[in-house]
Every structure is written in C-alpha cells, then in structure tokens.
C-alpha cells in the first residue's frame, strides 16, 4: 500500500496549509490513518489521526486546538488543516495507515503503511 501525501510548502508564522494523504487502493475503507512529523534533528511525533469512519478523531497536545484532520471515504482521501503555524511546526510531515484493530493509534509502532512525506516550513 503506497500512501501519498500532498500538500507541505513554505508559509509565514500565523498561516494556514492543508496537507492531504491518499491512495487509490481498496484497503483504504479499512485503513486507520494518521499524521506524524520529525523536525529537524528530532524524534518523529504524533499529529493527529482519524478512525475509519471518519467519526473519531486524535490530536497530540502541541497541535490541538490548530490542526483539524478530516477524512473523505468516497475520495479516499484524508486532509490535515493547519492553522495558526508556529516555527515549531516546521518538520517533514508523514501520514501513515494502519490495519490493526482499533478506532485511533497515537503511537508510530501500530502502523504499517507510510507515506513518502511533505516538508512544511514555516518562517518566523
């Protein structure tokens, strides 16, 4: 399974970019996705996943209350909107599939299909 992550580019400190994660594949309805990124010289760290209907959601504690994930079924889609970016933000952003049973995974170990990642910078 072949993730595809769109969407990263350079933006200025209090702006917005929406990432997006695909794949044209029939597991995708099975598939749990989330959003990990590593800054530079960093772990990678959790962002934010969505269940497979779409109905529950995730957030790690340094992007909640800025990032909104959202999930499309029928475009196989799964979008990441970041707002309010912060320097810190800055990282190669990742998003990953899982097919273990359970509604949401925070931790990177419970996926097994990656995405090949999208810079996002933000400048200060």
């Known amino acids: 399974v072949q993730l595809q992550a769109s969407g990263g580019g350079l933006v200025q400190a209090g702006g917005s970019l929406r990432l997006s994660c695909g794949t044209p594949?029939?597991?995708?309805?099975?598939?749990?996705i989330g959003w990990f990124r590593q800054p530079p010289g960093k772990e990678r760290e959790f962002v934010a996943a969505?269940?497979?209907?779409?109905?529950?959601?995730t957030y790690g504690a340094s992007v909640k209350g800025r990032f909104t994930i959202s999930r499309d079924n029928g475009k196989k889609t799964v979008d990441l909107q970041m707002n309010t970016l912060k320097p810190e933000d800055t990282a190669v952003y990742y998003c990953a599939g899982s097919s273990k049973l359970g509604v949401v995974f925070g931790t990177a170990l419970e996926y097994e299909f990656w995405g090949q990642g999208t810079q996002v910078t933000v400048s200060s």
């Open positions: 594949g029939r597991i995708w309805n099975s598939l749990v």
């Open positions: 969505v269940s497979r209907n779409g109905g529950t959601t």
